[in-house]
């Protein structure tokens, strides 16, 4: 049997944390992580906050199909 887990949370909330514990535990398990969706951190662009606007439509490498 398989199964897809969906993990999603704050910043800090421990994601990461219990990927690598279910990486351990699980065989064969398999992770796609979200931030390997987004353009390097030197390609997005930094809003008038001065901060980087990762939640923009930009910051995505996936093309408009």
Same mark, same amino acid.
């Given at each position: 049997? #398989?199964? %897809? %887990? +969906? %993990? +999603? +949370? @704050?910043?800090n909330g421990g994601k990461t944390t219990l990927t690598n514990r279910l990486i351990k535990t699980l065989p064969n398990c398999c992770v796609v992580h #979200? /931030? /390997?969706f987004y353009k390097p951190q030197d390609q997005i662009e @930094? +809003?008038? /906050?001065g901060f980087k606007q990762w939640d923009g439509k930009s910051s995505g490498r996936c093309r408009k199909q």
């Open positions: 049997m #398989q199964y %897809i %887990i +969906g %993990i +999603g +949370g @704050v910043t #979200q /931030d /390997d @930094v +809003g008038e /906050d």
